[in-house]
Structure formats: C-alpha cells, structure tokens
C-alpha cells in the first residue's frame, strides 16, 4: 500500500501525509480509543469508513490496520478470516475492470452501511459468485 513494505513504512508515509495535509501545530497521529471498523472491498480495494468525517480510509489487509489521513486517527480494523478472503480473491479478480457493462469489484463482508451503500447482511463468497453468474454468466 503507497508502495511502502513495512508496517512502519506505512505508519511513516501516514504521518507525513497528516502533519503536511491536514494537521494543526503539533498535531500528530493517535489511536483510536473505538472498537475496530469493518473492512470491504470496493473498486478492488480494501476501505473503511471514518466514523468521523466519512473519509475513506484505505486498510491493509495485512496487519489489519488504517488510518484516516484527514483526522490523523489509526483504526483497528475487522477483515473477514483469511480463508474467506482467499476463498473470494478469485472471484472478485475474474470481474471486468472495464467496459460499459463491467460490475465492479466490490465486497461487503459485514453488515453496515459503507460510504452511501447499506449492506444489509454480510455478503459470502457464495454470493458473490452468483452475482458474477447473474452478470457474466458462469465462471
Ligand atoms: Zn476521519
């Protein structure tokens, strides 16, 4: 993510984009004092919402954090169990990332709302394999 390899890399490149973007003197980073926020895929990447300011907040998957960099605020963050994730990868890469009848590579893998999308149940690989069936035929 942001082409760094390292969490603290990531961690790096999260406070530099904060302190020159969006914080006030002396402002630094801070954890979350909340619980973790839910992960989902859209546009094939990994995002969370800030329950603040509604900013996308793009998530590693690995280590299950983010950060949003217009609050400075570092999440916890609820990924689906491994497994599930590589259960669901291929079904998502096997979308169209382009074309006027493409279907976007997204997944909701907890119940919420994220950004302006009400999930109302947790999608499974399942489903998202019938929905690639419903648009693409089978895969
Ligand atoms: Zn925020």
């Not at 996308?56 to 280590?63: E, F, K, L, N």
């Not at 669901?88 to 919420?112: D, E, K, Q, S």
Request: overall charge negative.
């Amino acid at each position: 993510m942001y082409r760094c390899r390292t969490p603290a890399e990531l961690r790096s490149f999260w406070r530099i984009y904060f302190r020159t973007h969006f914080a006030g003197p002396g402002e630094d980073l801070k954890p979350s004092t909340g619980g973790p926020l839910a992960a989902y895929v859209n546009h094939g990447r990994w995002v969370a919402d800030c329950p603040l300011c509604g900013a996308g907040i793009a998530v590693a998957v690995d280590g299950a954090v983010g950060c949003c960099l217009e609050c400075g605020i570092e999440y916890e963050i609820q990924v689906p169990p491994d497994s599930v994730i590589e259960e669901a990868t291929p079904i998502l890469l096997a979308r169209p990332t382009r074309g006027p009848h493409r279907i976007r590579a997204n997944w909701y893998p907890f119940p919420g709302v994220f950004g302006a999308v009400l999930a109302l149940k947790a999608e499974t690989p399942a489903d998202l394999a019938l929905e690639n069936e419903l648009h693409m035929g089978a895969v």
